[in-house]
């Protein structure tokens, strides 16, 4: 799988959209990019995935460039409760490949 | 609709013992892993299983490690003669597969159960 390489930490004040940044730049053109968020003592909690596209769903978008080589997580309206550690993981088609986490961002959301 | 369930949440053993963590998938996921995750560690994958397929066991650390799934469903996790390195939170995920068999679908988390090894 492609390695990711995110900001260790991002301070975002609440009500303000979050955006955090990923890159990908080995991606590969069967490799999908997740998003998962950890709160604390919590289990990880899928957000979105893409491959190309831009997505959107209830709880962020997912904006991909062109290239593929980076993407940003959106969240338009942030809350205290979505501090957390974010994820940003490529994978890729394989029969059951696993998900292979690395050290994410740090998001603080600020009252 | 139910999450991933498992159990306990926490559990504190002695060294040396052996110790049986419990999971359960969400009802129709076919795929499930188990991934570990110690104090200030990313995730580390452990095993996975799918279907009737022989598990992918290339992440369990070394032979102290098992794990079974009954009847496509529970899993559990075995550690015997634990040490203090295990101790650790161990997470469970499903997931669904696509109609071709490919691991798109996005995994979902338990809480994990948090191990303390004295």
């Known amino acids: 799988d492609a390695k990711t390489t995110q900001p260790p930490s991002m301070d975002c004040a609440e009500g303000r959209a979050a955006n955090l940044p990923c890159n990908h730049s080995?991606?590969?053109?069967?490799?999908?990019v997740y998003w998962y968020r950890q709160i604390h003592s919590q289990g990880p909690q899928y957000i979105i995935h893409g491959l190309k596209n831009n997505e959107t769903n209830e709880m962020a978008s997912l904006i991909i460039t062109e290239d593929r080589k980076s993407s940003t997580l959106i969240l338009p309206h942030a809350t205290l409760r979505d501090t957390a550690v974010y994820y940003c993981i490529v994978r890729a088609l394989e029969y059951g490949n696993k998900l292979v986490f690395g050290a994410g961002t740090i998001l603080r959301v600020k009252s | 609709g139910a999450g991933v369930s498992q159990s306990p949440s926490n559990k504190v053993t002695e060294k040396g013992k052996d110790v049986e963590l419990r999971c359960d998938p969400i009802?129709?996921?076919?795929?499930l892993y188990w991934y570990r995750q110690s104090l200030g560690q990313g995730l580390e994958f452990l095993i996975y299983?799918?279907?009737?397929?022989?598990p992918d066991k290339s992440g369990l650390p070394s032979d102290r490690f098992s794990a079974e799934r009954t009847g496509g469903s529970v899993s559990t996790l075995t550690i015997q003669r634990t040490q203090q390195e295990d101790s650790a939170v161990y997470l469970c995920?499903?997931?669904?597969?696509?109609?071709w068999g490919r691991g798109v679908q996005p995994q979902h988390f338990g809480d994990g159960t948090r191990l303390s090894i004295l």
């Open positions: 299983f799918q279907g009737n397929s022989a």
């Open positions: 995920a499903s997931s669904l597969q696509d109609a």
């Open positions: 009802s129709g996921h076919t795929a």
């Open positions: 080995t991606i590969s053109g069967n490799e999908y």
